[in-house]
């Protein structure tokens, strides 16, 4: 099993551009979420999923949007980027029927918004 | 909501015992966890707790008390390579999701 994979690994973006974060896990989980993590702060949920078609927002989902077409994918979508974008973004899964619910993270998307 | 307090950096000594508190306050609990995340890596996880009282896993130990809001988790024998940020995150259990607060993680810092 690969786990939880995200592309790309690191990102230069200019103000108004957009990109697609992928995210991609192979253990089947229903649940996967966003998060974004700025310097010296914890995770922020953006957006997450309960399984396939199903999606609902986070703490701060302003300027990005998901979509959960398969259970093995969840790309997280920016559209018009602005500086404040700027973070680590990580995305994770779980199966609530696995051991615990625990989270499994991918490595990350360093972003950067200049 | 959820609101999640823990120590914004603690420094300790190769070889000795450290605590890392975390206090909380939730609407519906269902479980804390701990996870590690070192510098430019993925949160990993350490500990979960549900029910009162201590869970231990070789050096590493996490307590829960549901009446108080408050859990800790203890690292014993410390090594440098314990080095990393210490997430405690709170699952509720609000609108029938089991979605997980992080709070903003404990920088320790281990001395030789």
């Known amino acids: 099993n690969a786990g939880v994979t995200q592309t790309p690994k690191f990102r230069i973006l200019k103000i108004g551009q957009s990109m697609t974060l992928q995210c991609t896990q192979d253990m089947n989980h229903n649940y996967m979420y966003w998060y974004r993590q700025d310097p010296g702060m914890g995770l922020k949920l953006i957006y997450y999923?309960?399984?396939?078609?199903?999606?609902d927002k986070g703490e701060v989902p302003n300027g990005y949007n998901v979509s959960r077409s398969t259970t093995e994918d969840f790309p997280l979508r920016l559209e018009l980027a602005a500086p404040s974008q700027t973070s680590v973004y990580f995305c994770?899964?779980?199966?609530?029927?696995?051991?615990?619910?625990?989270?499994?993270f991918g490595p990350g998307t360093r972003l950067l918004v200049l | 909501g959820q609101n999640i307090d823990q120590p914004t950096e603690m420094t300790a000594t190769e070889g000795a015992i450290v605590q890392i508190n975390c206090t909380y306050q939730?609407?519906?609990?269902?479980?804390l966890f701990w996870y590690q995340q070192h510098a430019g890596e993925a949160p990993t996880f350490l500990s979960y707790?549900?029910?009162?009282g201590l869970e231990e896993k070789g050096r590493f130990s996490s307590f829960l008390s549901r009446s108080k809001g408050y859990s800790y988790l203890l690292l014993k024998e410390l090594q440098m390579k314990d080095s990393a940020s210490y997430l405690c995150a709170v699952r509720g259990a609000s609108g029938g999701s089991y979605i997980p607060t992080f709070g903003r993680g404990t920088s320790l810092i281990v001395h030789p």
């Open positions: 939730t609407s519906g609990f269902n479980g």
């Open positions: 994770a899964s779980t199966d609530l029927q696995g051991w615990k619910g625990t989270q499994y």
């Open positions: 707790n549900v029910l009162d």
């Open positions: 999923s309960v399984g396939a078609g199903i999606t």
